[in-house]
């Protein structure tokens, strides 16, 4: 009589060598690919030791390797001895995986910035919340203002950031628009009218904090919008039915 339950357990003991040797596989490539990102890590340091690498990680191309630097994506091969700029696209589900990867790369946690540092307004009920980096002098800026008239329910942090380099006397403003009794006020008269408040702008001011946490969180430019969930919007949307669609994004995307 032919026993069953031997030929079962046989099989199972073939079945549990497989599956075992079949997962110490999967460990290794994994432990290679993660040896192959921090050796190519370490070539792309030694090749081009003035970028400032934040990561290399794999792209879904195989062979070729996603370097984060400042806020932008390189593609490199495997000895990073050639650089590609530019977009990886997927042309079949029409995205756009390089600003994918950067929107996921520049998130901050938004619950860790010093909101005392921030003019902070409420229109309407306040119920979204946007966190802007900007600079006074920067005619971007004044048109996101222009953009903000139109958009209500929303709790703005202003982080005044200016970029002294490009607007030498931008810090003069920000300083006198934070002195002011209404900071808020003073803003919007400066952002939206060209209307400076008349103050000596020497009280104690949060600018250069300000200005030490943007170089902290790469911000190279301004405005940069940070929306609820973390993520960067860098530079000046389209217009404000754009904002709103990032407003209802970020609400979406928590």
């Not at 390089?98 to 996921?104: A, G, H, K, L």
Request: glycine share 4%; hydrophobic share 35%.
């Amino acid at each position: 009589m032919f026993d069953y339950s031997q030929q079962y357990l046989s099989q199972m003991k073939i079945t549990i060598k497989t599956w075992l040797s079949a997962l110490s596989l999967s460990l290794l490539s994994l432990q290679i690919v993660h040896a192959d990102s921090k050796t190519l890590e370490q070539n792309f340091k030694q090749n081009y030791p003035d970028i400032p690498v934040t990561s290399v990680t794999p792209s879904p191309l195989n062979g070729i390797y996603e370097v984060y630097v400042s806020g932008k994506i390189i593609y490199t091969d495997e000895n990073a001895k050639y650089l590609f700029f530019g977009n990886l696209l997927d042309v079949k589900n029409q995205k756009n995986l390089t600003e994918d990867r950067i929107s996921e790369l520049s998130k901050i946690d938004v619950k860790q910035l010093p909101l005392k540092q921030a003019i902070k307004h409420i229109k309407g009920k306040g119920e979204r919340t946007l966190y802007v980096f900007t600079d006074p002098d920067c005619p971007y800026c004044q048109k996101l203002e222009q953009y903000m008239t139109s958009i209500d329910n929303v709790t703005v942090y202003i982080f005044l950031f200016p970029l002294k380099k490009l607007h030498p006397q931008a810090e003069t403003a920000a300083n006198k628009i934070w002195c002011a009794k209404n900071q808020y006020e003073a803003w919007e008269d400066y952002m939206l009218h060209r209307k400076l408040a008349q103050n000596s702008g020497t009280c104690e001011t949060p600018v250069q904090k300000n200005i030490a946490l943007g170089q902290n969180l790469e911000i190279s430019g301004t405005p940069t919008i940070f929306l609820e969930n973390g993520t960067r919007v860098a530079g000046l949307p389209q217009n404000a039915q754009q904002i709103e669609q990032l407003l209802l994004e970020a609400q979406t995307k928590k």
